[in-house]
């Protein structure tokens, strides 16, 4: 019984690290071992360990409901790489290849072999699969909580609009359709409509994800 007690109020305390939630004081008894305070073969100290195992059952179901939210939520946020390749191009302003001027550049470029397969970044669900005059091949993918990411210049889309996508499913290959120098994969991330850096969201876990927002 003391073991099983013991192994509960360890998962607890893993359980909220995990989540990043407060840690709670593993319960001691002042008398010693929570066991050794009454006799073990009493029915007083039987009903009160049962109560204590039921309680700390209800107190991990309930962090095992908060652990599905925050996990839910992680996966509908951008939060990796959709090709294996460190930007080349980034956010910001620079001169564009072509023009010469200094233009915005709304996303990021990250270069990969053709064909390389692109992966969503988050789940929800495709809000465009078509053609661009600028991103060539490009789908957009809506996550349903303000955040949009766009995959362009694919060589081949695999998805179509309405589709629900799920966090690391294939949706494109890599290509260098429309107005592009070489294979590789512009990367967008919009939250309400704005276009904010995907460097911040290429490399992110659970507990960083959900500081976001």
Known sequence: MEIGIRELEERDQELREL??????????????????????????????????????????????????????RFNSIPSESPVPSTPWSKFGFRTHPFSGKSEFHSGVDLPIWT????????????????????????????????YRTIYGHNQRNLVKRGDRIKKGQMIAQAGSTGISTGPHCHYQVEYNNHVINPENFLNLNIRSANLLQ
């Not at 008894?29 to 209800?58: F, H, M, W």
């Open 19 to 72: 989540l990043g939630l407060q840690k709670v004081p593993i319960r001691k008894s002042t008398q010693g071992d929570l066991l050794n305070d009454l006799p073990e073969t009493t029915s007083r100290n039987i009903a009160y360990l049962d109560d204590y195992v039921q309680q700390k059952k209800g107190e991990l179901a309930l962090l095992y409901d908060s652990g599905l939210l925050l996990v839910n």
């Open 115 to 146: 064909g390389c397969p692109i992966k969503s970044t988050a789940d929800g669900f495709v809000a465009f699969s078509g053609w661009d005059k600028g991103f060539g091949n490009v789908v957009i993918i809506d996550h349903q909580n303000g």
